[in-house]
């Protein structure tokens, strides 16, 4: 008899300590979704703000159809591995959160670049007073 108390004895010190990491578990579970919910509020604003601004610039015919859809097919990307990742784990790992920030920064450069290209304009070359042609002359 003395070995099954001992054996009793373990089993609740088992059953205990396992009660004691269920708190922490549930503890960390919780602190997961919370900032789970802070990365999806983060994303799904600079994502909201991305496709506005596609969009925008698509209207405005600075940004061909080509490259706008391209973009928005990166924004679907971000946007679908980030729920699926949130909804699995509760929050996402710091390379995920980083990948899906790169994307979206590559998305951000882009436009950017699109811009930058509209405001400048054309190149204007530079022509001689004296004739019409430009101020240089080739060496051939």
Sequence with gaps: MRGGSSSCAIIAAILLAGSAHAAPAS???????AKGAEQQAYFTARLARLAEAIDRHKRTGALPRGPATFMRQDLDRVWSEMDRIIEQDGRLRPQQQ??????LSRV?????QTDMRRRMGPIPLRVSRRRATPGFRAAF
Excluded: K
Excluded at 98 to 103: K, Q
């Design 98 to 103: 980083a990948s899906c920030a790169a994307m």
């Design 27 to 33: 503890e960390r579970d919780r602190m997961y979704a």
């Design 108 to 112: 951000e450069r882009r436009l950017l």
